[in-house]
C-alpha cells in the first residue's frame, strides 16, 4: 500500500471514528492533543499527510480502537494492540501528589458517573478534625471533587458496611458512638437532599458481591486495588462494567429514593 493509499484509508477510518466518538469533535481533539488545523489537514482529500507515531497512538487510545484498524491494516477495530493498551495500572497518588481522578472526573463531565465503594463513598462521608478517617482508612477519594450540577452520580454497595458502622464492628470496631452517629445522620442528609442527582442503592452483601469500581462516563473504568488503579478504556469492557453496576442496582433491597430513612434509623440505633 503506497502512501497516498494509506493516507486515503486513514481519513476514512478517522472520520468514523469522528462520527462515533461520544463526547464530540471537541473533546476528542482535546484528549488526543490535536488542534482543529492539523484534523483539517488529515481529513484533507487533497492532501497525503499522515499523523506521527504518537499522534496516532493517540487518537487510538482515545476512541479505543488499534493503531493498525487506523491504517486499514486490519478490520476488526479492536485489534491485539488495542487491547494491550486498554488496561493500564494508575498509581491513586502520583509522585508529585497528585491524582488521576480529576482529569478521569473532568473527562466524564455531563455523564453518568457509577460508583462501588470499598467502604464509604466520599461524596456522604466526613472526617471531623482529630478522628481518623470514618470510611475505616479508605483511600479512595473519587467523589470528592464532583459537582451534582455537572455530573448524575449512582452508588451500590452492601447494606451491611452500614450496618457494620451502627454496630460499630467489623472496621470500625472500637469507634467511638457518637462518631458512628454524626456519619449515619450526615449519610442520610445527604442522600435525602442531592436525590435525586445522587442516588444511593443498597444490596445485600451475603447474596451479591462486587469488587469496587467507577464507570467514567463513556471514557473509562477504575477497579480500586488498594493504593492503585487498573484502568479500563476498551468501549466493550466499559459498556460490559456499565451493565454490571445496573445488576447491582437491579439487586437493590434498600431504593435510593427511602435509603435516608434506614440511615437514620441505624443511627438512632448507635450505642
Known sequence: ????????????????????????????????????????????????????????????????????????????????????????????????GSTPLDQWRSAASGFKLRYVPSTLPDIVSFSPDNVPDARGGGVENVLGQVSLDDMDVEIAMPVQTLQDLSARSGLWRGADPEQCREQLTYMAGVCRKNYPALRLHLYDGTQTFSAPFTVFGKQRVALYIGDAYLVISSPDQIRGFAKQFDRLVRRAI?????VHEMLEELAAQVR
Open 1 to 96: 500500500m503506497d502512501r497516498r493509499d494509506l493516507s486515503a484509508g486513514f481519513k476514512e477510518r478517522l472520520a468514523q471514528v469522528l462520527a462515533s466518538h461520544p463526547t464530540g469533535k471537541g473533546r476528542f481533539l482535546k484528549d488526543v492533543g490535536m488542534d482543529r488545523s492539523a484534523l483539517s489537514q488529515f481529513l484533507n482529500p487533497e492532501s497525503d499527510r499522515l499523523p506521527r507515531a504518537e499522534t496516532l497512538r493517540q487518537i487510538a487510545r482515545v476512541s479505543g480502537v488499534s493503531v493498525d484498524w487506523l491504517l486499514c491494516l486490519e478490520n476488526a477495530p479492536e485489534g491485539r494492540q488495542e487491547v494491550a493498551e486498554s488496561v493500564q495500572i494508575e498509581k491513586a497518588v502520583q509522585a508529585d
Open 254 to 258: 434498600i431504593g435510593a429514593d427511602v
